[in-house]
């Protein structure tokens, strides 16, 4: 018998030989071919990401109706009339008080008058000084009537306009206001009509979703969330339909060859990409 060393033991293999410098595959996957799922459930798959799409697309349309920037705008419009409205109002009681006043001026001065009148017709003023003083007195209250007379002229004129002004902005906050309720009664009918559906397909995706193994579903939730909304997408004509980009020779060749059941994912995108009879393989 010789020495133990002078036959290799079997299976040797260099001690010096760095932990975990096992090779690669060259032809190592893109995917991760780690998850199967039945080629079936793949397809219904599809289903729940047209099903997802369809309720992204609804809730889009229900965010962005035209009747939510209508309604925008005629509030806007309705909060300026109003603003005007009042300013108008305020205006027109403003010019009433001082209608009332300025025709409080005039009573005075003509009551002031109609009492001198009265003293020169009774004839009791007789001193020729008096007389005149009193008669001066008479013309520079005409004169004192007439201008604040043209003053209540004015004022009134001021008053009618305000009230004008005011009946007009009423009318026009009543038209905003209809115009509003009519745009919001649209708005109302395009949101349930939304609803409904966004109701059906929810009901529709529990049931297909529901059939689906969880961990398909998971894989499938988290993609979508990381890719915009798309988490699976058709190899169609070996294009994947969720980036749109062609898979290259080497790619096809790893389709064909990988299970039937396994979950592939675009290299480009990384989304889940289900084989169907149209994937051009
Ligand atoms: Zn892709």
């Known amino acids: 018998m010789g020495p133990a060393h002078a036959r290799l033991p079997y299976g040797h293999r260099p001690l ?40 992204s697309q609804l809730a889009h349309k229900r965010r962005s109706l035209p009747e939510h920037e209508e309604i925008q705008t005629l509030e806007a419009d309705l909060s300026q009339l109003r603003d005007l409205l009042v300013a108008a109002q305020t205006e027109e009681s403003d010019t009433a008080r001082e209608q009332t006043k300025a025709e409080q001026d005039v009573d005075q001065v003509r009551q002031r008058a109609a009492r001198d009148q009265q003293r020169l017709d009774s004839g009791m003023v007789t001193n020729p000084k008096d007389l005149e003083s009193l008669q001066s007195e008479i013309a520079s209250l005409a004169k004192r009537q007439s201008d604040l007379e043209d003053v209540v002229l004015e004022v009134m004129e001021r008053r009618e306009s305000a009230q004008e002004r005011a009946a007009e902005l009423t009318e026009r906050v009543e038209s905003v206001q209809q115009r509003t309720a009519e745009a919001e009664g649209r708005r109302d009918l395009a949101l349930e009509s939304i609803d409904h559906e966004v109701r059906m397909a929810t009901k529709e995706r529990e049931v297909v979703a529901g059939a689906l193994p969880a961990d398909l579903l998971k ?29 290259n020779i080497t790619e096809v060749n790893d389709v064909r060859e990988a299970a039937e059941d396994a979950v592939l994912r675009c290299e480009n995108c990384r989304r889940i990409l289900v084989r169907t009879p149209e994937s051009g393989l």
Do not use: M
Request: net charge positive; aromatic share 4%.
């Open 219 to 247: 894989l499938y939730e988290k993609i979508r969330e990381q890719q915009g909304g798309v988490g699976a997408a058709k190899l169609f004509q070996r294009r994947c339909e969720g980036c749109r980009l062609e898979l």
């Open 16 to 55: 010096d030989r760095p932990r975990g410098a096992v090779r690669h595959s060259h032809t190592e996957h893109h995917w991760s071919p780690q998850l199967n799922a039945a080629p079936a459930d793949q397809i219904r798959l599809l289903d729940v990401q047209d099903l997802d799409t369809r309720l």
